[in-house]
């Protein structure tokens, strides 16, 4: 079953600007993490956020994690083309260690 | 780096056969995993397995078996093929469960 859900499942942005995708789940976490996947290719992971962190940074990137909103973000700055792929995020539960992906949100950004 | 290499990109094989999906990965990782990935239903987990010859069940283990030999290798076996198997596998590892999962390149099966 899935745990996070990506919103917006599709964004299309212009080279150089902000791209956001949200992601909501339902049940504690352990921690959340964020995945890339370029078209027909394997998933890799961006960065992982614990649930005692607010906000975490790798370069362009910007997590942020909401616990009592059940919610983070996804924040990459000056997008580039080079950016357009899939990205997930992924669950781990606090009962089990059980990860969960959701459905993706599809970033393509026009040179 | 760590490397998780799936046997085949594409494969092609006919409702009824018996399907085999190899998965290696080269970090001595105790997990290793299963999923197969459709158009809008994300990664789906369908077995794991924590150990050599230990396995768990995902979320869609029903047409499905596993087998984990050698630490190593996790193959993914379709006993009898069917239509609605038609999907994107994808084999990944890692150190501990909560921790980040390394994923092969993913292997598209299509059953005819």
């Known amino acids: 079953s899935q745990q996070g859900e990506e919103d917006p499942q599709a964004l299309s942005i212009q080279e150089g600007e902000n791209a956001t995708m949200n992601c909501s789940y339902k049940?504690?976490?352990?921690?959340l993490q964020w995945y890339r996947q370029n078209s027909g290719r394997g998933l890799v992971h961006l960065i992982l956020i614990r649930s005692n962190e607010r906000e975490k940074h790798s370069g362009r990137l910007r997590v942020t994690l909401d616990t009592s909103k059940k919610s983070s973000s996804l924040l990459i700055t000056a997008s580039r083309a080079a950016d357009t792929a899939s990205y997930f995020c992924a669950t781990v539960s606090y009962n089990n260690n059980d990860m969960r992906f959701g459905a993706g949100t599809r970033l393509t950004v026009k040179p | 780096d760590v490397k998780v290499t799936q046997s085949s990109r594409y494969l092609v094989k006919r409702t009824g056969e018996k399907v085999f999906l190899e998965c290696v990965q080269d970090?001595?990782?105790?997990?290793m995993f299963w999923y197969r990935q459709d158009p809008g239903l994300g990664l789906r987990l369908i077995y794991f397995?924590?150990?050599?010859?230990?396995?768990e069940k995902g979320d869609i283990p029903e047409g499905y078996s596993v087998s984990r030999e050698k630490k190593e290798r996790f193959s993914l076996i379709l006993e009898s093929a069917s239509t609605n198997q038609t999907s994107m596998y994808l084999c990944?590892?890692?150190?501990?469960?909560?921790?980040?999962?390394?994923f092969g390149d993913g292997t598209r099966l299509s059953i005819l």
């Open positions: 970090m001595d990782h105790e997990n």
């Open positions: 990944a590892s890692s150190w501990e469960l909560d921790q980040p999962q390394h």
């Open positions: 397995s924590y150990d050599v010859k230990m396995k």
């Open positions: 049940t504690s976490i352990n921690n």
